[in-house]
Nanobody, 123 residues
Framework: VQLQASGGGLVQAGGSLRLSCIAS????????LAWFRQAPGKEREFVAA????????YYGDSVKGRFTISRDNVKNTLYLQMDNLKPEDTAVYYC?????????????????WGQGTLVTVSS
């Protein structure tokens, strides 16, 4: 499977953005999917993950209650709805896939990565 993320951009603090990640190739429905992010000078950080079915979700502590991960297996698309954005959410956001029905919060557990999309939140 190949992944392509989009939807990043510049937004003011308190605003919203929705990221998308289209999966192509082999059916993504057998994969768990996740979002990670990497700010300049920092390690890649877990944001959210979702199982392939029935959609169990996990969130990093810094985004709980503000971000929502979802997927549409018909459209082979992963989403990340980001609300109440903060300047510290500024990062390149990556989607990732893991060939397991069980998602993980560890980046080393993911086999396939998208190219990343930049989110910048101004104060």
């Amino acid at each position: 499977v190949q992944l392509q993320a989009s939807g990043g951009g510049l937004v003011q603090a308190g605003g919203s953005l929705r990221l998308s990640c289209i999966a192509s190739g082999r059916s993504s429905s057998s994969y768990s999917l996740a979002w990670f992010r990497q700010a300049p000078g920092k390690e890649r950080e877990f944001v959210a993950a979702i199982s392939w079915s029935p959609g169990t979700t996990y969130y990093g502590d810094s985004v709980k209650g503000r971000f929502t991960i979802s997927r549409d297996n018909v459209k082979n698309t992963l989403y990340l709805q980001m609300d109440n954005l903060k300047p510290e959410d500024t990062a390149v956001y990556y989607c990732a896939a893991r060939q397991s029905q069980y998602p993980s919060t560890q980046r080393t557990e993911y086999d396939v990565w998208g190219q990343g999309t930049l989110v910048t939140v101004s104060s």
